[in-house]
């Protein structure tokens, strides 16, 4: 049975629900829709209803009625099915606009006086004019002589993304794993480790000499091969099958990881991520997470 989640700040109605359930091109007709069937729930300010479905939709159905329920802005996830409550899943996230709202290499750039010049670079990025690889290492060069003692500082800075601190409370309690597979650095995600409840990460690591960078990377890039990667290792050491994995992320660099895990989300998604997976969210928050569970409804 699959399963059609909806995340809303504002109660659900099932008007909303019926008007959007219209049309014969679902494979799901009314009749089959029965207000019966839905499940509702109220959880850390957001409301969300469970659809259990017979058919299977393909992407461009969920696409389209995702497009219906955005006129309520209400989020809709297409599940193959919940987490299991007496097993152990496994959540994997992106750091910077995921887990955290800032991009902490443009932090680190504007406490240099270099932003601009690391922001032409992502700008190119961005338009194809070079690969993921290329761009990290061309914008760390701009990073050459930033002092050990600035990751600290941008650190105190950084903000949890909203829903965020719901997740770290929720998905330990329920006895599962979660990790961060970053892009950004490791200096950052050895701070937030010390602080948050995270089981393991992998970030990029920085070249330092006398308490300064040096303006190279020490070691591999985690990129967007190496994410999907870890998070199949990670999966196999705490031996969690891939049906018990969510990974969420924000940009193109995650759709390898999310497309991987049983349940990809993209979290206020930009377009280049939107248009390779199936699920994402745009108008509620992280704390939608908690409805991925059985238990929950």
């Not at 924000?250 to 979290?267: E, H, P, R, S």
Request: charged share 20%; hydrophobic share 40%.
């Amino acid at each position: 049975m699959n399963s059609v989640l909806l995340f809303s700040h504002n109660p659900i109605h099932n008007t909303q629900i019926f008007d959007s359930f219209q049309d014969d091109t679902l494979g799901t007709s009314l009749s089959t829709i029965d207000a019966k069937t839905f499940s509702h729930s109220e959880r850390y300010g957001l409301h969300s209803v469970r659809i259990t479905l017979d058919t299977s939709w393909n992407r461009n159905q969920i696409v389209m009625i995702r497009e219906r329920f955005a006129k309520y802005q209400i989020d809709l996830l297409y599940i193959p099915s919940l987490l299991p409550n007496n097993q152990t899943s496994l959540f994997v996230f992106d750091m910077d606009s995921t887990v955290i709202k800032e991009e902490v290499i443009d932090e680190l750039a504007r406490k240099h006086g270099v932003f601009e010049e690391v922001a032409n670079v992502t700008k190119k990025a961005m338009e194809g004019g070079m690969g993921f690889d290329e761009a990290l290492r061309l914008r760390v060069k701009h990073l050459a002589g930033l002092s050990i003692q600035s990751f600290k500082e941008v650190y105190d800075l950084l903000h949890l993304n909203d829903g965020m601190e719901t997740v770290f409370q929720f998905v330990p309690s329920n006895g599962c794993k979660l990790g961060i597979l970053s892009g950004g650095f490791s200096p950052v995600l050895e701070l937030f480790s010390k602080k948050y409840p995270v089981d393991f990460f992998r970030a990029n690591g920085l070249e330092e000499k006398g308490g300064f960078f040096t303006g190279q990377i020490l070691g591999e890039i985690i990129n967007r091969e190496k994410k999907e990667i870890y998070l199949r290792k990670y999966a196999n050491e705490f031996s969690i099958p891939l049906e018990h994995v969510v990974a969420v992320g924000d940009g193109a660099n995650d759709a390898l990881m999310l497309n991987a895990a049983g349940i990809g989300i993209g979290i206020h998604a930009k377009q280049g991520l939107k248009d390779q997976i199936t699920n994402w969210i745009d108008f509620t928050n992280l704390s939608a997470l908690v409805f991925l569970f059985e238990n929950t409804f």
